[in-house]
């Protein structure tokens, strides 16, 4: 095999893993396991609204959220909505940034974080099935289980604490939106944060 039909391939693939899921459509299912070995599975939360958050706790873009208290006060915030809140994270084994579940554990107490569930991914396989490329990487998933919002979290793009305040929050927006049974007016944002460790 030539080495052009191999990097064709090799874009394909690439395309493809950051293809699957498309806002307007049924958002993939999945199942991962929580850091307690519980299986939680996407399509047993139907009929809630349900926010995936891909995260990395070593990314300076996701300690802006998580020091500045943002991405807890959104969690607590939305969990008495009806609203369930997944953290992913896609940190292969090897890399740096990778934790231990009870290492996960002893972070998240320490940031008083409040996902419901905490989700790693290291094969990334769930991440690439939604194509998420950056930590954070926000989706917002319908009742209905359509995907009504990817992006970013905000129009900020920094790694300024500062700028939580001033910022437009689009996942807010997003969930506002989608709970007043509106359609989402902004529902595809570019991403901005770290690149996701995968393999």
Not at 112 to 131: C, H, T
Not at 165 to 182: D, H, P, R, Y
Request: positive net charge.
């Amino acid at each position: 095999m030539n080495i052009r039909l191999l990097a064709a391939l090799a874009m394909l693939s690439a395309t493809q893993a950051f293809a699957a899921a498309t806002v307007g459509k049924p958002a993939p299912d999945f199942t991962l396991t929580d850091l307690d070995g519980k299986a939680v599975k996407l399509s047993d939360f139907k009929g809630r609204h349900v926010v995936l958050e891909w995260h990395n706790h070593a990314c300076p873009f996701v300690m802006k959220h998580y020091d500045s208290g943002n991405m807890q006060s959104l969690q607590n915030q939305y969990d008495a909505k009806d609203t369930v809140w997944l953290s992913i994270n896609s940190t292969n084994t090897g890399h740096q940034d990778y934790l231990s579940n009870e290492k996960n554990k002893a972070y998240l107490a320490a940031k008083k974080a409040a996902p419901d569930a905490y989700l790693p991914d290291p094969d990334g396989k769930v991440g690439s099935e939604y194509g998420a490329r950056t930590t954070p990487h926000m989706y917002v998933i319908n009742p209905a289980g359509t995907l009504v919002y990817a992006g970013a979290i905000d129009n900020k793009r920094s790694t300024n604490v500062a700028d939580v305040k001033t910022a437009k929050n689009f996942l807010v927006a997003s969930l506002e939106e989608s709970k007043a049974g509106k359609p989402v007016s902004n529902a595809s944002t570019t991403p901005y944060g770290c690149s996701v460790k995968y393999r």
